[in-house]
């Protein structure tokens, strides 16, 4: 009975998406557990093969999501043009590429430049993703894909790391070796499941795609979005403490901090997968604007969780509440940018999310600096005033749309 219920729950899964909808999610589970299996390792990779300080493996690290900055928009603007298939198909060719630069290199000039190209090609992927899984979803399902994608990543993330530091200790080069033949893998059975259910036909039906110079116009005069950008930028010079000054953080004040750092990454991909669909269905009664101010809460009482933990058990648990913050604010600013963009314009819309990444370029550097020069307790506490303040542009993007809504209305309505 157990069996027939479940089965029927998969057969019906099935039937609500895409089948492409459900290769990418498919796809994006295999692709972040290679990538996590290397990227967080990077920083301490760099410390313990270059002589860059932690400032410099910091601008190193980030200057990939100063390349994603510009990237995204670029991508998505270009899918939008000429069709999702080939800006996604040759961005995880290149990914691939990348992963095999970082295990060829000795220095760190080649270090930055291939840091630079994984941000690229990160931000070609991520938007023109989410707007492929848009067009083929109708809009009332899109927040459940949308928290379904980032469980993917997520579920991912949970293996990847712990095997990354297995295979680190057994060769340094050898989590960016798998990485970039697991994205080589996925290019090429992608390319396979896109000709098989014919996106070039679908693409040719539902594009309006407006030129690059029209889409940079068109976004840059969103007063809305601009807030929203801000706000995510501000949040992601706090998120980026976890990604990078973390792991050197946990490194340098625990003992086996490289496994403790590992297990960190795990608990908190584990806690995404066990909680993200509870969450997601709680929040669906909320706005995005109060989903996203308890999620940034969430992400403040983690940070100074980690300034103030003392050992193993309480540094998971302030994990575990940060990642509460991940579950609630990723998918949520997705739906606030996704309320806002024009059908013909989604990707170039999604892709102006990575000008966010500015955060995660400023905040790496910003956290690399105040870990040299004061304490971690220091940083932890100054980025949970940081996550909290992220609200502040929020609202005011939320404010914007509701008055331009309502004169909408009042036009609407005038004979």
Not at 82 to 97: E, N, P, Q
Not at 207 to 219: M, V
Not at 311 to 338: A, C, H, K, Q, R
Not at 349 to 364: C, K
Request: charged share 15%; proline share 3%; with cysteine.
């Amino acid at each position: 009975m157990m069996l027939s219920r479940l089965y029927d729950r998969l057969r019906l899964f099935a039937q609500d998406y895409h089948p492409i909808v459900h290769s990418l999610l498919v796809g994006t589970i295999l692709a972040r557990a290679a990538s996590s299996m290397s990227m967080p390792f990077l920083a301490i990779y760099l410390s313990k093969h270059t002589d860059l300080n932690p400032a410099m493996i910091g601008f190193v690290i980030g200057a990939g999501s100063l390349a994603s900055m510009v990237g995204g928009f670029i991508g998505g603007a270009l899918s939008d043009q000429f069709g999702r298939r080939k800006i996604l198909l040759g961005a995880l060719l290149g990914w691939s590429a990348v992963f095999l630069g970082f295990a060829l290199s000795n220095s760190a000039v080649l270090f930055f430049l291939f840091s630079l190209l994984n941000g690229l090609c990160r931000s070609f992927y991520e938007p023109v993703s989410q707007a492929l899984m848009a067009d083929l979803t109708p809009k009332e399902r899109r927040f459940k894909v949308f928290s379904l994608r980032y469980m993917a990543i997520n579920v991912g993330v949970s293996v990847g790391p712990l095997l990354g530091a297995v295979f680190a200790a057994l060769d340094s080069t050898l989590p960016f070796l798998f990485t970039s033949t697991i994205y080589f893998i996925y290019v090429c059975s992608l390319y396979v499941l896109l000709n098989r259910f014919g996106i070039k036909r679908i693409e040719g039906e539902q594009k309006e795609g407006k030129s690059l110079s029209s889409a940079w116009r068109a976004a840059k005069n969103d007063v809305v979005l601009r807030y929203y950008l801000l706000g995510s930028i501000v949040t992601a010079i706090g998120y980026s403490q976890m990604t990078v000054t973390l792991s050197q953080y946990v490194e340098g004040k625990f003992a086996e901090g490289v496994t403790l750092f590992a297990v960190m990454m795990s608990v908190n991909a584990i806690t995404v997968v066990a909680l993200q669909i509870p969450l997601s269905k709680w929040t669906e009664r909320c706005t995005p604007l109060v989903t996203l101010t308890i999620g940034v809460s969430f992400y403040a009482l983690g940070n100074i969780g980690f300034a103030y933990s003392v050992g193993w058990l309480t540094i998971l648990l302030s994990m575990i509440v940060f990642t509460f913050g991940e579950i609630l604010t990723y998918p949520s600013g997705n739906v606030l940018v996704d309320r806002i963009a024009p059908d013909g314009m989604r990707g170039a819309y999604y892709g102006a999310q990575s000008f966010g990444n500015l955060g995660h370029f400023i905040g790496p550097w910003i956290g690399g600096l105040m870990l040299s020069q004061y304490d971690g307790s220091t940083l932890f506490v100054t980025m949970a005033f940081v996550a909290v303040s992220a609200i502040v542009f929020y609202r005011a993007g939320e404010n914007v749309r509701r008055i331009s809504d309502l004169r909408a209305q009042i036009q609407h309505m005038q004979p």
